[in-house]
């Protein structure tokens, strides 16, 4: 019978490859910010697959946005040791 | 050759001949039809996919959801379902839309003369749901392992109310919409 529908897999590419014109259009550092942010969001494909949104771009994004406030959680807490240690030294 | 076409689909067979790029523009006029109101889509080619319709959908509603829950689909993965599955719709208000519709009867393991037969008793079942609502049907020729099985599509022409052939258009990034119930559109379609 096969697929009735493509995989999470399939529909990230499909998208990431949607946004190939754009990244085309980026100068060189703000391509590699981009894939950065595919990047993150492939981590989460397993829980974009059981979240079955009918639009998957929307859970994509999501989880770009997921592992950048992981980044800023751990940039705060290194900010917060750091000054922490500049108050005891 | 591209035409504009002015056509207002109503209460009638239309079939529209193309190939596997023509079931984008299907889509979109599935979503379009969705926004309206309920719609029956009978798939034949396993070629309905869900996500292009809801990106449609979303660029024009934010009750996606809703709408898509008008769509009610149903596959047939043998020209037999085909046959039940046409026989078991109710003539209703909702548009029926019949995407590659002969896949399924392109298949070798079913004899010509049976896959024929099967066709017949399709085509009765699309002009009787025809007189009630708008039935829209595309169909892709046969591949070249199959050629033997042309006759078919010409069946399908012949049985048509209104027939196009989707003409593909290299410089169109985006697919040009479908025609729809009551819309007069510009079409990359020929009027057969």
């Given at each position: 019978?096969?697929?009735t529908?493509?995989s999470?897999?399939?529909?990230?590419m499909?998208?990431?490859q949607?946004?190939?014109?754009?990244r085309r259009?980026?100068?060189?550092?703000?391509?590699l910010?981009?894939?950065?942010?595919?990047?993150a969001?492939?981590?989460h494909?397993?829980?974009a697959?059981?979240?079955?949104?009918?639009?998957?771009?929307?859970?994509?994004?999501?989880?770009?946005?997921?592992?950048e406030?992981?980044?800023v959680l751990?940039?705060r807490?290194l900010?917060?040791?750091l000054?922490?240690?500049g108050?005891?030294? | 050759?591209?035409t504009?076409l002015?056509?207002?689909?109503s209460s009638?067979?239309?079939?529209i001949?193309?190939?596997r790029?023509t079931?984008p523009?299907?889509?979109?006029a599935?979503?379009?039809?969705?926004?309206?109101?309920?719609?029956q889509?009978?798939?034949?080619?396993?070629?309905?996919?869900a996500?292009?319709?809801?990106?449609?959908l979303?660029?024009?509603t934010?009750a996606v959801?809703?709408a898509?829950?008008?769509?009610?689909?149903?596959?047939?993965?043998?020209?037999?379902?085909m046959?039940?599955?046409?026989?078991?719709?109710q003539?209703?208000?909702?548009?029926v839309?019949a995407?590659d519709l002969?896949?399924?009867?392109y298949?070798e393991?079913?004899r010509?003369?049976?896959s024929r037969?099967?066709?017949?008793?399709c085509?009765?079942?699309?002009?009787?749901?025809s007189r009630?609502?708008p039935?829209?049907?595309?169909?892709?020729?046969?591949?070249?392992v199959?050629a033997?099985r042309?006759p078919l599509?010409?069946?399908?022409?012949e049985?048509?109310?209104?027939?196009?052939?989707?003409v593909?258009?290299s410089?169109?990034?985006?697919?040009?919409?479908?025609?729809?119930?009551g819309m007069?559109t510009?079409l990359?379609?020929t009027?057969g």
């Amino acid at each position: 019978m096969g697929r009735t529908l493509p995989s999470i897999t399939q529909m990230f590419m499909e998208e990431e490859q949607s946004f190939a014109r754009f990244r085309r259009a980026l100068r060189r550092s703000d391509q590699l910010a981009l894939d950065d942010l595919f990047s993150a969001a492939r981590k989460h494909l397993a829980a974009a697959a059981y979240a079955s949104n009918a639009l998957p771009m929307e859970t994509f994004l999501l989880a770009m946005l997921l592992e950048e406030h992981k980044e800023v959680l751990r940039l705060r807490a290194l900010v917060e040791r750091l000054a922490q240690s500049g108050t005891d030294g | 050759m591209n035409t504009s076409l002015s056509f207002p689909l109503s209460s009638r067979l239309a079939v529209i001949i193309g190939d596997r790029a023509t079931i984008p523009r299907m889509l979109e006029a599935a979503a379009e039809l969705a926004l309206a109101g309920p719609l029956q889509v009978v798939d034949g080619g396993n070629c309905f996919n869900a996500y292009p319709v809801a990106r449609h959908l979303r660029r024009r509603t934010a009750a996606v959801h809703a709408a898509l829950g008008r769509i009610r689909l149903a596959r047939a993965f043998t020209c037999y379902q085909m046959v039940t599955l046409l026989q078991n719709l109710q003539p209703g208000d909702q548009p029926v839309m019949a995407l590659d519709l002969l896949q399924t009867f392109y298949d070798e393991n079913v004899r010509m003369a049976e896959s024929r037969r099967l066709l017949e008793r399709c085509i009765v079942q699309l002009t009787r749901l025809s007189r009630a609502a708008p039935v829209l049907v595309s169909a892709r020729p046969p591949a070249e392992v199959c050629a033997t099985r042309l006759p078919l599509l010409h069946i399908l022409q012949e049985a048509a109310e209104a027939l196009y052939f989707a003409v593909e258009s290299s410089s169109a990034a985006q697919p040009a919409p479908l025609p729809l119930p009551g819309m007069e559109t510009s079409l990359g379609l020929t009027e057969g």
